[in-house]
T-cell receptor
Framework: GENVEQHPSTLSVQEGDSAVIKCTYSDSASNYFPWYKQELGKRPQLIIDIRSNVGEKKDQRIAVTLNKTAKHFSLHITETQPEDSAVYFCAASITRGGANSKLTFGKGITLSVRP | GAGVSQSPSNKVTEKGKDVELRCDPISGHTALYWYRQSLGQGLEFLIYFQGNSAPDKSGLPSDRFSAERTGGSVSTLTIQRTQQEDSAVYLC??????????FGSGTQLSVL
């Protein structure tokens, strides 16, 4: 089955700097890659996703890039703010016929933004 | 409408007892997932229901774990003969086909 790994496990950046979180996946058939953010004591929420037919997607300060050949994708956060501090999970699944297969998550990365 | 609802929010049980965790998905959502989150760990997939298809049970850690989804809506995760290693937050999520997963607030299970 699919195996999703995240590196590093923790990341600390200065407010205003950029943060990059990387994930690798094992199943070349995976074609849907979302990122979820989980703030302390709260439930995970989708922040951005990308499908395999595009290489990059941006939404304000966040962007995701996908390298299908290398089977890795990355989350980029620019101009980080203290409220970006959270655990970030990447995930992968296979979408066929309009429905997703199970979504496999990585172990998460704890991002700390120092004021 | 309401989001994904899980009950109970907290459950303390003794080793060897059975527990049932309930999930009420968002109305109309066709897919329902159960994940387990242990302290400092990621989101461990347990089971996935999609419409009327057979559920994907590949993540259930042992035969002590089972889940059902009645009428394509409410789901119950049952853990029999609980063990201390079962202690975790059990998260339910629902989605509508290819859209995002909406998570419930979870059930914190503590096995003493």
């Amino acid at each position: 089955g699919e195996n999703v790994e995240q590196h590093p496990s923790t990341l600390s950046v200065q407010e205003g700097d950029s943060a990059v979180i990387k994930c690798t996946y094992s199943d070349s058939a995976s074609n849907y890659f979302p990122w979820y953010k989980q703030e302390l004591g709260k439930r995970p929420q989708l922040i951005i996703d990308i499908r395999s037919n595009v290489g990059e997607k941006k939404d304000q300060r966040i962007a995701v890039t996908l390298n299908k050949t290398a089977k890795h994708f990355s989350l980029h956060i620019t101009e980080t703010q203290p409220e970006d501090s959270a655990v970030y999970f990447c995930a992968a699944s296979i979408t066929r016929g309009g429905a997703n297969s199970k979504l496999t998550f990585g172990k998460g990365i704890t991002l700390s933004v120092r004021p | 409408g309401a989001g994904v609802s899980q009950s109970p929010s907290n459950k303390v049980t003794e080793k060897g007892k059975d527990v049932e965790l309930r999930c009420d998905p968002i109305s109309g959502h066709t897919a329902l997932y159960w994940y387990r989150q242990s302290l400092g760990q990621g989101l461990e997939f347990l089971i996935y229901f999609q419409g009327n298809s057979a559920p994907d049970k590949s993540g259930l850690p042992s035969d002590r774990f089972s889940a059902e989804r009645t009428g394509g809506s409410v789901s119950t995760l049952t853990i029999q003969r609980t063990q201390q290693e079962d202690s975790a937050v059990y998260l339910c999520a629902s989605s509508f086909f290819r859209t995002e997963l909406f998570f419930g607030s979870g059930t914190q299970l503590s096995v003493l």
